[in-house]
């Protein structure tokens, strides 16, 4: 249904059908309900582009990638993250703003979005332990969100995470409590402050027990298919080898079952696996029973919630920074068992 026709199913003028949906004050609070209860009815939604001369804003929220971070556009996680917001920007009236910037440029590109105001946020992505974009768009005054937290920046910013710390923590524990000891961390970038919560929530477990952290069983890289099955071959050829990996994307842990498997062990009766799994719209965890124990959390939920919580600040100018801290649910499937008998 488009606009001609909605005004003729109310039986208004084309002009006030627009302005009630598109947020002018001279159209009454009567007539705004029943015109927006018929476009929810019959799917119809406004112009942006009238919505943002309605509004005074761009009616957009940006996202800007760094050259160094491209293949992250063809990760799925990014892909579901993505989805999530994208559908809360939808229902709010928003378009989405993707920028690919050289890594140098970055500073540029958000002085540039604020001098062509042509985005009202940005939500920010991967953030560092001291992430100096925080800073910048502190100093810039641009509305924005964080996709993570960054330990280091004390000043009260937006934010929306997972308790990554509690949920590493729990795993580990988890493993302890069916008799591992040798268990190998094979974690993301440890400059990336998911990552760097994670081996603290991994190392507060063994510590709490009495168990020595074993340096030669952190590892810390990429989040790779390969990484996970160069990790495993690597540790298994020690004199002590694992017999746990505690791993931090579901991608890296295909890796490390296809290494248990090329080693004719079982996985989760040899040599047991817990990852963390983003509940992707396209890498499953299995049906009804998981393949992986997992600690799970939505990033698509993830990205529907953060885009709410930036587009909140947009319509509410001067409130304080909100924030939001998600739980992981530790999930047991069939990639754990009580630590083998190696004696």
């Known amino acids: 249904m488009n606009l001609k026709q909605l005004a003729a199913h109310l039986g208004l003028s084309q002009t006030t059908v627009s302005r009630a949906l598109n947020g002018y004050p001279e159209v ?38 760094p050259l160094s971070s491209r293949h992250e556009m063809m990760n799925p996680i990014f892909g579901d993250f993505i989805s999530g917001a994208g559908e809360s920007y939808s229902n709010a009236g928003y378009d989405m703003v993707l920028s690919l910037v050289a890594d140098k440029e970055q500073s540029s590109a958000y002085h540039e979005m604020v001098a062509k105001r042509n985005v009202d946020g940005i939500v920010l992505h991967a953030p560092e332990m001291r992430d100096p974009r925080i800073t910048l768009l502190q100093k810039i005054g641009l509305p924005f969100a964080v996709h993570g937290r960054a330990t280091e920046i004390t000043t009260p910013y937006s934010w929306l995470d997972v308790n990554n710390r509690s949920a590493f923590q729990r795993a580990t524990d988890f493993l302890l409590d069916l008799g591992h000891r040798r268990i190998c ?33 952190l590892f810390a890289d990429e989040m790779t298919e390969v990484y996970g099955y160069e990790t495993v071959r690597r540790t298994q050829r020690l004199d002590d080898p694992p017999t746990a990996y505690l791993v931090s994307s579901i991608i890296a842990a295909f890796g490390v079952r296809r290494a248990i498997e090329e080693s004719e062990l079982v996985m989760g009766r040899d040599i047991s696996v817990i990852t963390h799994d983003d509940d992707l719209s396209y890498l499953r965890n299995g049906a009804d029973v998981p393949v992986f124990t997992a600690t799970r959390s939505s990033v698509r939920e993830a990205g529907r919630k953060l885009a709410q919580l930036l587009i909140t600040q947009i319509e509410t100018p001067g409130s304080p920074p909100l924030t939001e801290l998600l739980e992981a649910e530790l999930t047991v499937g069939r990639s754990t068992g009580p630590a083998p008998n190696r004696t």
Do not use: C, W
């Not at 209860?37 to 761009?58: C, E, F, I, V």
């Open 185 to 217: 961390l094979v974690n993301g970038q440890e400059n990336m402050d998911f990552a760097f919560r994670r081996r603290r929530g991994y190392e507060a477990a063994l510590t709490a027990r009495g168990v020595e952290i074993d340096p030669q069983l």
């Open 28 to 65: 009454s609070e009567e007539t705004r309900k029943r015109v927006q209860q018929a476009a929810d009815q019959h799917n119809y939604r406004p112009n942006t582009r009238a919505k943002a001369l309605a509004t005074g804003r761009a009616m957009a929220i940006g996202h800007v990638i």
